[in-house]
């Protein structure tokens, strides 16, 4: 119960049915919550103080600030003395909803009650938990560079409005779109670029997107201070070309509207027979793939990371054999790509072995699989055990792939004990391998 600074409880007034004003509500609201130090954990502390209601108008309260304690500069743990209460008015009758929130992840933000906001509902259990990882998810840039080349959009949106002028209206977005088990990657996404949206998109996907002017600057600051790797840095260079003209208004002229849609050709899937039928003397551009790009290197670890998240494979091969075990087994890292990236996964293939020398070889195998995609293998076992895990356990997975990752170590470590050579292990093996990957359950 709340009391007054003289423990007094609040009464209720029978004539008028409505709750007599606390003393101490033009000072600030005094609770009584255990100190708490916060810890490399995830989800809420303080189970025991959910919500309480008092009749009294919201504006009653008084001060609503948090009386957690801060440093500065601030230390990696951050004490909280009292935590924060969050009031908001609800119902036919103003009363006062008291909210006590817990999460650690959150005692850092300095701002109003009004401003902190649920996390989005997690599809792994208890909103706001963290199923992956008790890591901070704030992410590395590299990392969140690496997944964009994995699973980022640059686009310009063009649509009919008869309100405009040409007729019109343009629209520069930046997408990152995942299966909903990978929300936690967007989340993380958010968290550390301070900008941006998650959306559901259908019935099994999420989606991250910024499109206001103001935060797609950062974004355009972000991939200028870290550039993209892959062969979408093509497409990130038209669409910085068509924002900086958008930005001079120039998508409000007839001409500029023609130049932005003439580079919106050579963008990501060009663009639509509405948009061709409508803009006839449109000439495509001078593909920008073929000037511009040029594989430059793997810039940092925390890329390889984030392009691993996002495209890269971790997978047990079970072969059959005339033996007594039945089976060999083998462990294979792995990347399935556009050809027009080829480059990249040679990069990769270097990266791991230390050396420029061209690695198309059995063990570590970068091939074409078709006339429009290549792939990347790496199944050496010594390899695998002693660059591939050490390597990413150092700048780690994110998402639903850390499971797999984790996984695929178990069978890395029966294998160097000898386990895969004995039934017992085998039947182990084949139990990992029938829950991972696409035929994970949640």
């Known amino acids: 119960m709340l009391r007054n600074s003289a423990s007094t409880p609040a009464k209720c007034s029978r004539k008028t049915l409505k709750w007599v004003k606390l003393s101490n509500s033009g000072d600030t609201l005094k609770l009584l919550i255990p100190s708490y130090i916060r810890k490399a954990i995830s989800g809420w502390t303080n189970y025991s103080c959910m919500v309480t209601s008092q009749k009294m108008s919201e504006n009653e309260m008084g001060y609503r600030g948090s009386k957690s304690e801060f440093h500065n500069p601030q230390p990696i743990e951050i004490s909280v003395k009292e935590q924060r209460v969050d ?10 909803r008291c909210t006590l929130t817990g999460g650690e992840s959150r005692y850092h933000i300095k701002i109003p009650s009004k401003q902190l906001k649920p996390w989005l509902p997690s599809p792994y259990g208890k909103p706001g938990v963290r199923t992956f990882s008790s890591r901070s998810n704030i992410l590395n840039p590299w990392f969140i560079t690496g997944f964009t080349d994995a699973e980022g959009c640059f686009s310009i949106g063009i649509r009919p409005d008869a309100k405009l002028k040409t007729k019109w209206r343009v629209s520069p977005v930046f ?30 996907c999420v989606q991250y997107v910024v499109e206001s002017f103001k935060e797609l600057q950062e974004i355009v600051n972000h991939f200028d201070n870290y550039p993209l790797v892959t062969a979408k840095v093509s497409d990130f260079l038209l669409f910085k070309q068509c924002f900086s003209m958008i930005k001079n208004g120039e998508h409000l002229t007839a001409e500029g509207l023609l130049k932005i849609v003439t580079l919106k050709s050579s963008l990501n899937w060009g663009i639509s027979d509405k948009l061709t039928k409508n803009f006839p003397s449109i000439k495509q551009a001078t593909p920008v793939n073929s000037l511009e790009y040029k594989f430059k290197g793997i810039p940092d670890p925390y890329w390889i990371a984030g392009f ?17 075990i039945g089976y060999r087994v083998s462990l ?3 990347f399935h790509l556009h050809i027009r990236d080829l480059d990249v996964l040679k ?10 020398e061209n690695l198309i070889s059995n063990d570590k195998k970068v091939g074409i699989s078709s006339d429009k995609s290549v792939h990347l293998q790496i199944a050496k076992f010594t390899d695998i055990k002693d660059k591939i895990i050490p390597f990413f356990d150092k700048y780690p997975i994110e998402g639903v792939k ?3 990752f984790e996984d695929f170590k178990k069978v890395c470590k029966l294998i160097e004990n000898k386990k895969h050579l004995t039934p017992l292990g085998i039947k182990a093996i084949l139990d990992i391998k029938l829950n991972m990957n696409q035929n994970r359950k949640f």
């Open 347 to 356: 990069g990769l293939a270097n990266y791991f072995n230390n050396s420029s």
């Open 175 to 204: 997408i990152i779109k995942v299966h909903k088990k990978d929300l936690i990657i967007l989340e993380d996404i958010k968290k550390t670029l301070h900008l941006g949206k998650i959306r559901k998109s259908g019935e099994n």
């Open 402 to 404: 850390s499971l797999d």
């Open 87 to 96: 009031g908001s008015c609800f119902g036919l009758l103003p009363r006062l």
């Open 332 to 334: 294979l890292y792995s």
């Open 308 to 324: 691993t998240s996002g495209d890269g494979s971790f997978q047990i091969r079970l072969r059959k054999l005339n033996t007594n």
